[in-house]
Each structure stands twice: as structure tokens, then as C-alpha cells.
């Protein structure tokens, strides 16, 4: 049964910054895509970036330039460094993990921005 835990949320000023990592088990990870999202309360859940089992990147406009998604397939983890952050950034953030037809989600972290 795969499974996904994220850690390094937080509490953190404006500008500051925070990293986030996800590890996996119980599945392939170095052949899957990975992803980041975030939902902030009223809100529905959105892409923030993604990798592919490549390397390569994919950016919510939104985060350009300022986030940056690896991954460490020795470690079966997924890392999502945050820097620039906004009070808008504020939300419980979410690894992803697409293996096959099934979709898996880790429990989330919460990431709150000060202003």
C-alpha cells in the first residue's frame, strides 16, 4: 500500500522561507510522478509543482521563480523549497503520488504565512 508523509510545515514571516518533504514507501518512486498541492480553507485544492520520474518541472505561474520542486529517489522523497513567502501562501500543502488508475495523498502540512 503506498504511502506519503510530508513534513516540515510551519510558521514562518513574509519573505521567509520553509522546505517541505514528502517520503514515500510502499510503491516504485523512482518511476512515478510527483507532485505538490496546497488548499487553503474555502478553497479547492491546486497544483503547486510537479516532477516527473525525469526531473523535469512543472509551476503553478504563481510560484515561478520562487518554489522549487526535487526529488531524492535514494530516499524515496520529494522536497518542495518555498522562498519569497507570502501571507497568501498560507494553506495545508499535499504530496501526490499517480500510480496507475489510483491517486494517493498524504495527510498534509500546514504551512501559515505572517505578514
Known amino acids: 500500500q503506498a504511502q506519503l508523509v510530508e513534513s516540515g510545515g510551519g510558521l514562518v514571516r513574509a519573505g521567509g522561507s520553509l522546505r517541505l518533504s514528502c517520503a514515500a514507501s510502499g510503491f516504485t518512486f523512482s518511476g512515478n510522478a510527483m507532485g505538490w498541492y496546497r488548499q487553503a480553507p474555502g478553497n479547492q485544492r491546486d497544483l503547486v509543482a510537479s516532477?516527473?520520474?525525469?526531473?523535469?518541472?512543472n509551476y503553478a505561474d504563481s510560484e515561478k521563480g520562487r518554489f522549487t520542486i526535487s526529488r531524492d529517489n535514494a530516499k524515496n522523497t520529494v522536497y518542495l523549497q518555498m522562498n519569497s513567502l507570502k501571507p497568501e501562501d498560507t494553506a495545508v500543502y499535499y504530496c501526490r503520488a499517480g500510480i496507475g488508475p489510483f491517486v494517493y495523498w498524504g495527510q498534509g502540512a500546514q504551512v501559515t504565512v505572517s505578514s
Open positions: 516532477i516527473t520520474s525525469g526531473g523535469s518541472t
